[in-house]
């Protein structure tokens, strides 16, 4: 990660003197690169039908989404705007919270540059420009989920004055990354950190270990989360349109009521959950025995 995000570009070193946003440089990926991201496409591609929503699949198809090689971001912002207006600022890695909510308050979706090397192949720890665009890209064009995560941006500003970063997070946690979804068929992924990991769209829906609780906001916020490991409880929306109705409020009133509350561990069930499935924590316990 360290050496990908210096090869880049100079500002790269430095984004603070651009507030993280840098020039992508498409023409600077190599063929193993654009190789590596091929791979990591089709890989994906034989997982995801019957196990991502529609959603997503359907703008993937939509937005055109190359399969052989890195996207070049203007190209493809020039597509995605044209459906929902979004647009995708190219980034060395991580930015700083108050540029990530800026960002995505207008529509700007922060997509790391780089790819991950051969080594990272099955799992890296900060997201590249696979997980950010095959896994987040794709359902910018979705009308309802486009409001939701500006909605998110604009909700973020507000956190961060009142020092509720962490209770908003563990919302975006829980769902922009690791959310799923009813269907008339049955559950189906739209979290993005699923969608880009072969490992985790398999687990998160067929796994015996998970719990897979209905989506609850207060619920949700109150909820711990690990960072680097499969998820103990997924969360599971009816809808994007849901999603965007139950957020779409200030969360001043929340984050009070959120004062009095303890956490909730990320394996814990509460009575008045809303079980989809009781997970047997067997994945968990075998790794921590
Ligand atoms: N920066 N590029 C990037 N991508 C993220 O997902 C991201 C970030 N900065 C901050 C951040 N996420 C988190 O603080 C939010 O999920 C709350
Ligand atoms: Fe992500």
Not at 137 to 145: F, H, I, M, N
Not at 189 to 201: C, D, N, Q, R, V
Not at 217 to 234: A, C, E, G, P
Not at 244 to 249: G, M, P, S
Request: net charge negative.
């Amino acid at each position: 990660m360290a050496e990908a995000t210096q090869s880049r570009n100079p500002i790269a070193r430095e984004p603070h003197k651009a507030n993280g946003i840098i020039p992508q440089d498409w023409q600077s990926y190599t063929q193993e690169e654009h190789d590596r991201w091929s791979r990591l496409y089709a890989r994906q591609e034989k997982l995801l039908p019957g196990r991502a929503c529609d959603a997503f699949l359907e703008a993937k198809a939509n937005l055109q989404l190359p399969r052989h090689c890195i996207p070049d971001f203007e190209e493809l912002s020039d597509r995605l705007s044209r459906l929902t207006g979004w647009r995708i600022a190219p980034v060395a890695g991580l930015v700083p919270d108050d540029v990530f909510f800026d960002c995505l308050a207008n529509r700007r979706f922060p997509a790391a540059a780089f790819i991950r090397t051969e080594q990272e192949l099955d799992y890296l720890s900060e997201p590249d420009v696979f997980h950010d665009v095959f896994g987040h890209v794709p359902l910018l064009a979705d009308p309802t989920y486009a409001q939701f995560l500006e909605a998110y941006g604009r909700g973020g500003r507000r956190a961060m004055q009142r020092g509720q970063l962490q209770n908003l997070a563990r919302l975006y946690w829980y769902t922009v990354e690791f959310g799923l979804m009813r269907s008339p068929v049955g559950l189906r992924i739209f979290g993005a950190g699923i969608l880009s990991s072969p490992g985790e769209a398999v687990f998160s829906l067929q796994d015996s270990s998970p719990n897979r609780i209905g989506f609850d906001l207060f619920r949700v916020m109150r909820t711990k989360y690990i960072i680097s490991d499969f998820q103990q409880s997924y969360f599971v929306i009816d809808s994007f349109r849901q999603l965007l109705d139950d957020c779409y409020q200030d969360f001043g009133a929340i984050y009070d009521r959120l004062r009095g509350q303890t956490e909730i561990e990320p394996h814990e069930l509460l009575a008045e959950d809303r079980v989809v499935t009781i997970g047997d924590m067997r994945y968990f316990k075998f790794k921590h025995q």
